[in-house]
């Protein structure tokens, strides 16, 4: 399945995403996929700790980043709809911390920003996005200026149904 998967990027034109081979791609991040039960992301093995009810979502630390429960959101009704990755991780499109705002842009189509950064549209995925998390480096007009780097990366379910789920302290 590697080659298969390694001859499609070739051919698609992309290039790996990083020489770890770590990915997130737009099912998920290593064992926790989006849409899966948290009964089958507490198996992957990748969840940390307890977790935590705010009411809309069971949230969670990883192993990775034992101290951030902010990480995966897994909602009561839908599973996993949310997972942040670590600092390493890129898009397939090579997309990641400290990529900036430009390279964002010109990567993805349909791109816009909210109050911690940008959302874009994973391609091929109608119900998927990246939340791509910006320094706070601002135009005159309260715009996010083009140089300004992505400090923090993630997907998740871009549904309504799902949306009080993902807000991840970013109110």
């Known amino acids: ?18 020489a770890s081979g770590d990915v997130l791609t737009p099912e998920g991040y290593h064992r926790v996929k ?13 969840l940390s700790g307890d977790g935590w009810d705010d009411g809309a979502c069971n949230r969670y630390a990883t192993v990775d980043r034992p101290d951030d429960e902010w990480r995966v959101a ?4 839908n599973g996993v709809v949310r997972v942040r990755v670590p600092e390493n991780v890129r ?12 390279e964002v842009k010109e990567t993805y189509d349909g791109v816009w920003e909210y109050r911690r950064g940008l959302i874009a549209p994973v391609p091929g995925y109608g119900d998927r996005q990246y939340e791509i998390w910006i320094e706070d480096s601002f135009n ?13 990366l993630g997907v998740e379910v871009s549904s309504g149904e799902t949306f009080d789920c993902t807000l991840f302290g970013d109110s």
Request: cysteine-free; aromatic content about 4%; proline content about 2%.
């Open 1 to 18: 399945m590697g080659i298969v998967v390694g001859t499609a990027l070739l051919i698609g034109g992309l290039t790996p995403a990083s």
């Open 91 to 102: 898009t397939y499109e090579g997309i990641g911390v400290g990529s900036t705002v430009a």
């Open 140 to 152: 005159e007009d309260g715009t996010y200026r083009d140089d300004a780097k992505v400090t923090q």
């Open 74 to 77: 897994i909602s009561h009704a």
């Open 34 to 46: 989006l849409g899966q039960s948290e009964a089958k992301a507490l198996r992957s093995g990748y």
